[in-house]
Structure formats: structure tokens, C-alpha cells
């Protein structure tokens, strides 16, 4: 068998490529039908996630584990997979005030790749070897290997040259028995069917892909300490739009009036988290950032801190403030 007959034999088991010959009349289909028909597809999607969202947090707890060790978490993939990696590892920084190498998202064929196709690219394990060697990986590091095929030889390189490190890897793809969920620790497969256009993994399989990079990076923050109930306290300020936020973030932790908010912000240049812990722990901002350092960022365990200290400073039986941090923002109201 040629090179090209297996490569073909292999394609046609996956769900993912199914051909679907009920819509094989759909481009003789009214625009309006042809919507809802995909908007119908779409809607598939988040049941699919739904359905591996037991190995989807187990996969999180262990990643927020190392990464809470000062361990980084990388994405790997090639063509839309691989884009939806670089996607999330570029957000994380704003969202979460993480340095870009915390979170680092690698494209099969580099940068260039994000934008126009690098033919073979996704092909090589080796290159998805040299790429991890350039990081460094180690292991307290966690790589995801994404595929909607889940038989990417990029993709797996990825992941098999991450174990070896000792690395934490998760293998994310649409169909089941996948190679790549196989040589991973963690093995996520949301099986989404087949596509509307055959083939066609950016649809179905990209919004899936999407979904389970947003559960796993925001909640792994969310366990790093990087959010306040469901708030952004460690989100980066860097236009007028996103201090504007910060502000307002700052007023819903607290409920404190302007006046105070522009103090608490003035006084910790700017730090939401060391804003918010001033204003709700009535410490200064050395003090706020001593606190939040010593509870490595948490800001409830640095607020029970500054509470417990002015409890019991003002002789306050022990233990007092334990419930507050939960309440505090409710103090004005």
C-alpha cells in the first residue's frame, strides 16, 4: 500500500471526516436554511464537551498543581489546532496578568503559520521535538497536544517529547481512540461528528477545541488565585478601556465610593488584587503586597490574613474573621 492509500485508509475511519450525504445538496439551499442548518450543527457542540468534563478537570487540577510550582503550560498543534492554542496562550496575559511565558501556545511551522499554511509542517515529530527542546520543558511543565484528528504527527511528537522530559501532557481531540489521546496522560477526546463540509476541522472540531482551552486555562487561573469570586482581579491594565475595568472591578469587589477606589489604585500602582486588599483589609499598599506575596496571590487568603491581624491587634477573640472574606465586598451595601 502507497504512502497515500494508507494515509487515505486512515482518514476515512475518522468521524471527523465522514462524509455526510444528506447535505449533499446544501449549496442548492436558500442562504437563510444553509444558517440554520450549521447554527442546528454548532449547537451539537457544547454536549460533546459536556461529556468529558470529568477527564477535562482532572486534566486541570494536575496542570494548576505544577503550575502552581512555577511549572508553564504549552499548547501544541498544527493548522486550526494549533491556532486555537496561540489563541489562548495570548490572551492569558491580559486576562490574567500572566508573563507570556506561562503560557506559551506553538504552531506547527512557527509564527508565520498563524496566517498562511506551512506545507509538511504538521507532519514531523521532529519538529515538534526541537520546538519543546527550545522551551525546555521539564516536569513541572504541562504540554497539550491539539488535534482534531488526534493522528497529527506534529501533535504527537509533541506530547511523546514531553513525556520523556517528565512533563505533564494532556492529548485534546475529536475522535475516539485516538493515537494522540493514547500517548498522553491525559486523554481528552470530545467527539463532535462529522462536519458540515467534510472535513472541514475548523468548524465543529474548532469550536470544540475552543471550549475546552477556555475551561482549562480560566480555571486553572482560578485556581492560581488569579480571579476574586468571578472577577478579574489580576487582569492587566494597558489601555483606557481596561483601566476603566479595573476600576469598576475594584467597585464591585468593594463597593467603595470613586474617592477611595482612586486612592487603593494610586497607593499600589495601579494592582487591582493590592487594590481591593486595601481597601477591604484597610492595609496600605506595602502591607497589600507583603500579604498577597506570603499567600503566593491568593487574595481571600490574604484578605482572612489582614483581617485576622486587625482582629486581633484590636483584640478580637480568634478566628473571627475567618467567614469575612467571603461577605467583604458586601460592606457598603
Known sequence: MTAYAELRAQLETLTTEAFRP???????????????????????????????????????????????????????????AGRMGVLDASE??????????????????????????????????????????????????????ISASGRTPYAIGA????????????????????????????GIEVVVGPELLTGSTRLKAGTAQKLVLNLISTITMIRLGKTYGNLMVDMRSSNEKLRARARRIVALATGAPDEEIEAALTATGGEVKDAILVVLGE????????????????????????????????GAPAGAPAGAPADAHTRTR
Open 22 to 80: 444528506e447535505l449533499a445538496e446544501i449549496d442548492r439551499l436558500p442562504t437563510l436554511d444553509i444558517a440554520r442548518t450549521m447554527n442546528a450543527e454548532d449547537a451539537t457542540v457544547p454536549a460533546a464537551v459536556a461529556a468529558r468534563l470529568p477527564q477535562i478537570a482532572a486534566a486541570i487540577d494536575a496542570i494548576a498543581e505544577r503550575m502552581a510550582r512555577g511549572g508553564r503550560l504549552v499548547y501544541a498543534g498544527a493548522g486550526t
Open 92 to 145: 492569558c496575559p491580559p486576562t490574567f496578568n500572566t508573563d507570556p511565558a506561562d503560557v506559551v501556545g506553538l504552531i506547527a511551522g512557527g509564527p508565520s503559520a498563524m496566517v498562511k499554511a506551512v506545507e509538511g509542517a504538521e507532519d514531523s515529530k521532529e519538529l515538534a521535538a526541537e520546538d519543546l527542546a527550545a522551551l525546555h520543558i521539564g516536569p513541572d511543565d504541562t504540554v497539550i497536544g
Open 159 to 186: 506530547v511523546e517529547s514531553a513525556r520523556a522530559r517528565g512533563a505533564l501532557t494532556v492529548g485534546l481531540s475529536c475522535n475516539a481512540g485516538s493515537a494522540l489521546a493514547a500517548a498522553a496522560d491525559h
Open 283 to 314: 492595609v496600605d499598599g506595602p502591607a497589600a503586597a507583603e500579604l498577597l506575596a506570603a499567600s503566593g496571590g491568593h487574595l481571600r487568603a490574604a484578605l482572612a490574613q489582614a483581617l485576622a491581624q486587625a482582629g486581633a491587634s484590636a
